[in-house]
């Protein structure tokens, strides 16, 4: 929605903020904590996949992944996980991250992979949550390394 | 008879009611109930968030009286303050405040 006269629409330089798709409202930059929870329950609502890991559990929370594997590579990841928006951002993190990527891809990146770096506004006392969605995505792609072996 | 406030609202919920009702109340120890939680949605975490003058008071009378205060997690996140709330006030959704009332649990849950 266009808002008249407002900061972003007023900005000087549209292009300077340009992003993959080009010049755009002046809003692209790094997501925030909200795009990865609405992307997230997004993703929660859409069907399992094939390949479904082992559910997590931590202080009466969980979650749980599945992937869609192809070629050896994830071209779907979707996650069922309980229903707080720090948890969920997480689960949205990790996703993200492993779309696209062979599975020996993904574990190296899943070993690798900072969470808690990735969201940083999330308070100390949440960020154990960030152990509970990695957790949760590791064991699905172990399980995936196992049922796509030849 | 224990009470806690949820501040759904954004007219004067805030600036108002709590601030020249519930909050000088409290201070001068004759609100009537005991309050033992208030929670935060939308704009009313502003509250909680560090250097705010209403917060302020009402974070000193809150650990005075062991009210619990929390913010909603993900108003906090939308507003970019989750890590800018006052010592302690912690933020979460409806579990979590369940939870952290459920060693003192209110007689009435007044939504305003």
New interface residues.
């Given amino acids: 929605m266009r808002v008249p006269n407002s900061p972003v629409m007023d900005s000087p330089d549209p292009a300077a903020c340009s992003g993959p798709g080009g010049p755009c409202c002046g809003t692209v930059g790094k997501p925030t904590m909200s795009d990865y929870i609405d992307r997230g329950l997004r993703r929660a609502r859409s069907a399992t996949l094939p390949i479904v890991g082992d559910a997590r559990h931590d202080a009466g929370r969980f979650a749980r992944f599945s992937l869609r594997v192809e070629r050896g590579v994830i071209t779907g990841v979707a996650f069922d996980a309980s229903v707080c928006g720090t948890l969920v951002a997480y689960c949205e993190v990790a996703a993200e991250s492993v779309t696209g990527l062979t599975i020996p891809a993904a574990a190296r990146r899943m070993r690798s992979l900072d969470l808690t770096s990735a969201l940083p506004l999330v308070p100390a006392y949440k960020r154990d949550l960030a152990l509970l969605a990695s957790q949760a995505l590791i064991t699905t792609i172990v399980q995936a390394t196992r049922e796509t072996r030849v | 008879m224990k009470v806690a406030y949820i501040f759904a609202t954004q007219r004067h919920t805030v600036s108002y009611v709590l601030a020249k009702m519930i909050l000088p109340q409290l201070e001068q120890d004759r609100h009537g109930a005991d309050v033992v939680g208030m929670f935060f949605f939308e704009d009313n975490t502003y509250v909680l968030a560090k250097g705010n003058p209403i917060g302020e008071r009402l974070h000193a009378v809150a650990k005075k009286k062991g009210i619990l205060l929390m913010g909603c997690?993900?108003c906090c996140?939308?507003r970019?303050i989750?890590?800018k709330?006052f010592d302690g006030v912690?933020?979460g959704?409806f579990?979590d405040l369940y939870g952290a009332l459920s060693g003192n649990m209110p007689d009435h849950i007044i939504t305003l």
Avoid: H, K, S, W
């Fill in positions: 997690d993900q996140y939308e970019e989750a890590d709330l912690p933020i959704c579990p």
